[in-house]
């Protein structure tokens, strides 16, 4: 009975794919024990332009975490098909931001890096600036300092000169 069951269900089958034409083709074993995997192989050809084909789709997105990964479609669904294709877009968009993020973030540190020597050399400026004034009102007060010993090497030989003509 299991046989003739099968028969019918393999017969059936040659006629869905003789009345399809070159749409879905599909390739049925007979006889499988009901422990065993059955493969079912079956090609899209009447499906939309738009959908890729099974090897175009990529698979694996290596930079994404496991949790992310698009699962694999049921290739018998076309809702699953669209769903993996938008799944695969969304990744590759995400791996997009992703490397826009790496790329911001190193400019992000080249520009530190800039401000950071643009303060030091502010500060390096500032303590420039002060050493500056420190060093012109030490000029100020040598210039008083010689100034005043420049008055009193005149006074001293205004002396002098008085005692040498009193002597």
Not at 75 to 85: L, N, P
Request: hydrophobic share 35%; glycine share 2%.
């Amino acid at each position: 009975m299991v046989d003739s069951k099968q028969t019918t269900l393999h017969r059936n089958l040659e006629d869905q794919e003789e009345g399809q034409g070159s749409g879905a083709h599909m390739i049925s074993t007979a006889r499988v024990p009901a422990d065993k995997p059955v493969r079912i192989a079956f090609s899209l050809d009447n499906a939309s332009d738009d959908t890729p084909p099974e090897d175009a789709i990529p698979l694996v997105f290596p930079e994404l975490d496991q949790q992310l990964q698009p699962l694999p479609p049921c290739h018998d669904s076309m809702e699953s098909m669209q769903v993996f294709k938008q799944h695969c877009q969304i990744a590759e968009e995400y791996r997009e931001v992703k490397k826009e993020i790496a790329l911001l973030e190193e400019r992000k540190k080249e520009l530190i890096a800039k401000l950071d020597q643009a303060e030091k050399e502010k500060l390096d400026a500032a303590q420039l600036a002060r050493e500056f004034e420190a060093l012109t009102e030490e000029n100020r007060t040598l210039k008083l300092a010689q100034s005043q010993c420049i008055e009193q090497l005149e006074k001293l030989r205004i002396q002098y000169q008085k005692r040498q003509g009193s002597s």
